[in-house]
């Protein structure tokens, strides 16, 4: 069973930054991706990133003030998020990617394993 453990949400007010991470139990890894859900909508992809490359993939409305990375050795996922705005607020997971999706990242079908999520909340 793999555990998957966000962190670092919060409350903030708009043109706040805010780092979320998210720790793995194991190291069977290929991608990994974050994905927010707000009040009453579907789940979204915000970014993933291929765990031996380092390649990153975003959602077209997070270019330029997400950022995702990683830290093998601490098998840990970052996201870096910048210029928050009210429309940020939501529940965001990371999940892990299934194999043998290579070239597609934006469904949640293809991933198998979620943490529990962790706020963010950005007030006016």
């Known amino acids: 069973q793999v555990q998957l453990v966000e962190s670092g949400g919060g409350l903030v007010q708009t043109g706040d930054s805010l780092r979320l991470s998210c720790a793995a139990s194991?190291?069977?890894?290929?991608?990994m991706g974050w994905f927010r859900q707000a009040p009453g909508q579907e789940r979204k992809f915000v970014a993933g990133i291929n765990w031996g490359s380092g390649t990153t993939y975003y959602a077209d409305s997070m270019k330029g003030r997400f950022t995702i990375s990683r830290d093998n050795a601490k098998n840990t996922m970052y996201l870096q998020m910048n210029s928050l705005k009210p429309e940020d607020t939501a529940v965001y997971y990371c999940?892990?990617?299934?194999?043998?999706?290579?070239?597609?990242?934006?469904?949640?079908?293809?991933?198998?394993?979620w943490g529990q999520g962790t706020q963010v909340t950005v007030s006016s």
């Open positions: 194991e190291f069977t890894i290929t991608g």
């Open positions: 999940a892990r990617k299934k194999r043998g999706y290579g070239g597609t990242w934006q469904s949640e079908y293809l991933y198998d394993y």
